[in-house]
């Protein structure tokens, strides 16, 4: 089953299916044809509809890559392999790699097991994506606005640029790019989102941008009351079970979240917690 970053990488690049022969073009200097098959859906392949496929006069794979992966990089050329021997046309992998070192170490060239089967990754790093500062620029390509917040999100600007475009934006529009662009960013830049998001100085007065910071405050709110009814039930040797456990931590009702909060104070067992 795909993961949330495979579905929202998969969206980025459905939604503008010209992006990856764009960037390579850009980057690479490399002149693709409009019909190339662009695929990166984590199944592989074989899932691919057939009508697609056959009229593809080339291929390119797009990977994302957060971390340090021997496996991720051989995965890389069985992808590829098993695109070529589908399409019988040149397939190219495209690497995502919005840190500076992972992009120095995706680049390296891959050796396979399969004698004389070495894989060259093309490799997108933070110095190939320009920081986007212009709203106007990124509401113009929210796809490369994207990717400006993957490569650039510890800077505020780029944050709230991308921001202020998406709020110019369609509301179920801007919502779905917001999300695109929270679920591929590394942990540091899911931070400064949520950060700028919830900053006084940036205005949150478009309906998607209120939906998603209310949404995180009251989660916020929910876990750490949630936190302080399992500490005092832990302090005082409540044993707490796995159901218990489960129906505190996932519980976003703020009220009963008081509740128990008051009765864990005097609780001798867990079931008197839930009465």
Not at 144 to 161: I, N, Y
Not at 194 to 209: D, H, I, N, R
Request: with cysteine.
């Amino acid at each position: 089953m795909p993961s949330s970053v495979h579905e929202a990488l998969n969206a980025l690049f459905r939604n503008r299916p010209s992006l990856a022969v764009d960037l390579l073009c850009d980057v690479f200097d490399i002149d693709l044809p409009s019909d190339t098959l662009v695929e990166v859906a984590p199944h592989g392949p074989a899932t691919l509809a057939p009508a697609t496929w056959r009229q593809a006069a080339h291929g390119v794979i797009v990977e994302l890559q957060h971390t340090v992966s021997e496996e991720d990089r051989q995965s890389w050329a069985r992808r590829s392999a098993a695109l070529w021997l589908l399409l019988r046309r040149p397939v190219l992998v495209l690497v995502l790699a919005p840190d500076a070192g992972i992009c120095d170490w995706a680049a390296q060239p891959v050796v396979t097991s399969l004698p004389g089967y070495v894989l060259h990754p093309l490799v997108i790093g933070p110095d190939q994506v320009p920081p986007i500062s212009d709203p106007a620029q990124a509401a113009e390509c929210l796809e490369l606005a994207v990717l400006s917040v993957l490569s650039h999100g510890d800077d505020e600007a780029v944050v709230g640029t991308f921001l202020d475009a998406l709020a110019k934006a369609e509301e179920s529009h801007g919502a779905r790019y917001y999300e695109y662009a929270y679920r591929l960013a590394s942990t540091d830049v899911r931070r400064v989102l949520e950060e700028t998001m919830a900053s006084t100085t940036w205005p949150v007065y478009s309906p998607f941008a209120r939906e998603h910071y209310t949404r995180g405050r009251f989660a916020g709110l929910s876990e750490g009351k949630a936190r302080a009814v399992l500490a005092v039930l832990r302090a005082r040797g409540v044993t707490i079970t796995d159901d218990a456990l489960t129906a505190i931590t996932s519980c976003a009702d703020q009220e009963q979240l008081d509740e128990w909060a008051h009765r864990a104070a005097t609780a001798l067992t867990i079931d008197e917690l839930f009465v």
